[in-house]
């Protein structure tokens, strides 16, 4: 898990209704996963491109920009 997975895990850890579940860990890397993806799709966005998900579950950006030589 990642600093941001972590994050999310402490918040819904703290949360008096949520403190101790079990399914946590769980939703922080659900919730972690699209997180990154859509910070991806934003990068993506700005580089004029998009980001695809190759047949391992890599997330790619794809920039539109090719070398010229």
């Known amino acids: ?9 402490d918040v819904l850890d703290s949360h008096p ?3 101790g579940n079990y399914a946590n860990a769980e939703a922080a890397a659900l919730c972690e996963q699209k997180l990154l993806i ?6 993506a ?8 998900i190759d047949n391992d579950g890599q997330a790619i ?7 010229t030589s």
Do not use: F
Not at 1 to 9: S, V
Not at 61 to 67: E, Q
């Open 61 to 67: 950006i794809y920039t539109g920009v090719y070398r």
């Open 45 to 52: 966005n700005l580089l004029g491109g998009s980001v695809e």
């Open 17 to 19: 209704d949520l403190a």
């Open 1 to 9: 898990m990642t600093d941001i997975g972590q994050i999310i895990l």
């Open 38 to 43: 859509a910070s991806l799709e934003q990068v």
